[in-house]
T-cell receptor
Framework: AQSVTQLGSHVSVSEGALVLLRCNYS??????LFWYVQYPNQGLQLLLK??????LVKGINGFEAEFKKSETSFHLTKPSAHMSDAAEYFC????????????FGSGTRLQVQP | NAGVTQTPKFQVLKTGQSMTLQCAQD?????MYWYRQDPGMGLRLIYY???????DKGEVPNGYNVSRLNKREFSLRLESAAPSQTSVYFC??????????FGAGSRLTVL
């Protein structure tokens, strides 16, 4: 069984400040890890994913995440927040076999203050 | 545009009524999924279909049925709607390496 914990249901940052959204996972097999973003009244779109290889993964819109196996973490960061980053962010884990669906965290709503 | 199309976008039902949410994808994906999204709970898997002709229960299947009509279409049916089924429903599809493509969502209110 897999699970995802996102620490902080709401995060507020100032425009230009560092964005850090936390995600910890549990998985009995090497995980595939994902971050999705959801803008108001829209579906989810993929920000970035980790499957194998390099543990620092770069995604769209300047976001990146680092897979740390020893900490079972996959935190999402962006050096400088923009107003357009305000959205809800979901971390997800898969067993990588392609037969099962993703297990999602409960989400973190990011607010960006001017 | 290629992608996942869900209908309807909005629906209001009375308790006990039935309805079907439709989902179609034109990306030749093998696997399709239905999720529900509730505040503070993320997305929870209702049912999925790994391939045409197969369906399996997810985390929260009670009160729902599904049909994988063909490779493109995967419908979700509520036989007797309950207020607890008020939610936003998302269909998704995938091929291979678990990069799910989501539809825009269907917002259902059960009174």
């Amino acid at each position: 069984a897999q699970s995802v914990t996102q620490l902080g249901s709401h995060v507020s940052v100032s425009e230009g400040a560092l964005v850090l959204l936390r995600c910890n996972y549990s998985s009995s097999v090497p995980p595939y890890l994902f971050w999705y973003v959801q803008y108001p009244n829209q579906g989810l779109q993929l920000l970035l994913k980790y499957t194998t290889g390099a543990t620092l993964v770069k995604g769209i819109n300047g976001f990146e995440a680092e897979f740390k196996k020893s900490e079972t973490s996959f935190h999402l960061t962006k050096p400088s927040a923009h107003m357009s980053d305000a959205a809800e962010y979901f971390c997800a884990v898969s067993d990588g076999e392609g037969r099962r669906a993703l297990t999602f965290g409960s989400g973190t709503r990011l607010q960006v203050q001017p | 545009n290629a992608g996942v199309t869900q209908t309807p976008k909005f629906q209001v039902l009375k308790t006990g009524q039935s309805m079907t949410l439709q989902c179609a994808q034109d990306m030749n994906h093998n696997s399709m999924y239905w999720y529900r999204q509730d505040p503070g709970m993320g997305l929870r898997l209702i049912y999925y279909s790994a391939s045409e002709g197969t369906t399996d229960k997810g985390e929260v299947p009670n009160g729902y049925n599904v049909s994988r009509l063909n490779k493109r279409e995967f419908s979700l049916r509520l036989e007797s709607a309950a207020p607890s089924q008020t939610s936003v429903y998302f269909c998704a599809s995938v091929f291979g390496a678990n990069v799910l493509t989501f539809g825009a969502g269907s917002r259902l209110t059960v009174l």
